[in-house]
């Protein structure tokens, strides 16, 4: 079984930044692709940032150039670096990876961005 945990979530004053965090653990051969994926209150579950394994990054509209994202493929490790931080930026954070034959997710962190 693989286990995706993230860490980093909290409460953060708009124009703030914080670093989320996802390590994966147990029968991990490589993943293809690694990101992150928010859900605020109310609304679908969306995709903000992912990379591949190349290193190709995809970010949503709406995070370029405020967020980050990096990934240690010898760690099985993605990173979110998220600056300058808004109130919409708020929802649970999910960590997701996927490979040749199945895709895992994380059980989320939430942020919170204060106005």
């Known amino acids: 079984q693989v286990q995706l945990v993230e860490s980093g979530g909290g409460l953060v004053q708009a124009g703030g930044s914080l670093t989320l965090s996802c390590a994966a653990s147990?029968?991990?051969?490589?993943?293809?692709?690694m990101g992150w994926y928010r859900q605020a209150p109310g609304k679908q579950r969306e995709l903000v940032a992912d990379?591949?394994?190349?290193?190709?990054?995809n970010y949503a509209d709406s995070v370029k150039g405020r967020f980050t994202i990096s990934r240690d493929n010898a760690k099985n490790t993605v990173h979110l670096q998220m600056n300058s931080l808004k109130p919409e930026d708020t929802g649970v954070y999910y960590c997701?990876?996927?490979?040749?034959?199945?895709?895992?997710w994380g059980k989320g962190t939430l942020v919170t961005v204060s106005s």
């Open positions: 990379m591949a394994s190349g290193g190709t990054r």
């Open positions: 147990g029968r991990i051969f490589s993943f293809n692709t």
């Open positions: 997701k990876a996927f490979t040749l034959v199945a895709d895992y």
